[in-house]
């Protein structure tokens, strides 16, 4: 049965003056369902906070319908089969501007999905969202959300999407994220300033892209032990140290980018067991050494780029890679090639080389090595999901 909602205004006076209340919806609304009725002050509220809306979305926000406002959608609650509720919002692309989301999203009871990419929400992320029972996605991407990183979060065990990337957040992030059971974590162009944590490799993501922060010190050996990583994106850090062996054992990987950063030392032939890897970058780092031929037997290898460091050496199935333009070794130390570094160049980085630790390990192959075959099959263009998230454009990543 259908709720009338009856809204009466009372003048809040005081002794000294009245103030005037924001016009109120029009009298005997009939709303789907209770909980449709109890909402609608406030999507009104925070539709009044609204100060640019350049496609007139908010033009629908009117009238009991609430499940027909652009943007809104509705289901059945997981708790009652029967009723019907807010389930979910899409504002990505709508470019709304408005001061804070607080009062807004977090009085939502039964929301699952709120995805908000493109838009000009500000303010700090509001503690109160952790109420939320049932939120399962969470994309505030490419707004301007300002503070440190939301702990509330941490608080939300429905999540399984975050994605905060493109914003002004700074500080560290919590190490007990990366144990949450997260499918997708995209915090990448925020201004993150730390080491990386030691638990890095107990995420349960598919999808972690870390890119275009201000991330320091080694990438951590726990790397290895994250079960599902298929892309995992640290390009454009200050990440140092060297690459931890384990890093080859991320048998599921399609996308290693780790790229402009200021890693060191040879590469670990233990990337060689990256037997599902696509797109590898260890472009812009300090690396050298010989290019171990056995991560260029690597059968899937669409790209691999090396560019930008001081390699001095590559075997004859990494030259195949580079006739067939899959390896880029531009700007090494690599005699006989075009487009090295000078001689000066190369002289004087070798004057400075930092011998790691564990030199043994990089050695190591911890796997099964298939015969290499020249002939390479050809593959279907991929879309990459880690890559797609650095781009400010609305793309559909959850």
Known sequence: MKILYFFIIFPILTNINCQLLPPLPALNLSFLDQ?????????QNFKNTITLDPFGVTQSWTGPDICNYKGFYCDNPPNNSSATSLASIDFNGFQLSAPTLDGFIDQLPDLAIFHANSNNFSGTISSEISNLPYLYELDLSNNQFIGTFPMSILNIHTLTFLDIRYNLLTGIIPPQIFVQNLDGFFLNNNNFIQKLPDNLGSTTAFYLTLANNKFVGPIPRSIGQAPNLLEILLLNNLLNGCIPYELGLLKKAIVIDVGYNMLTGPLPCSLGCLESVEQLNFAGNLLYGQVPEVICSLRNLVNFTLSYNYFTKVGPLCRELIESGVLNVEKNCIVGLPNQRSTVECV????QIKVCPLQ???????????????HRPPRAERHLISYSALSKKHTKLS
């Open 348 to 351: 004087l980085f070798r004057l």
């Open 360 to 374: 043994k390990s990089f050695s190591i192959i911890p796997c099964n090595i298939s015969k290499f075959s020249p």
């Open 35 to 43: 909980s449709l009725a109890l909402i609608f002050p406030i999507i």
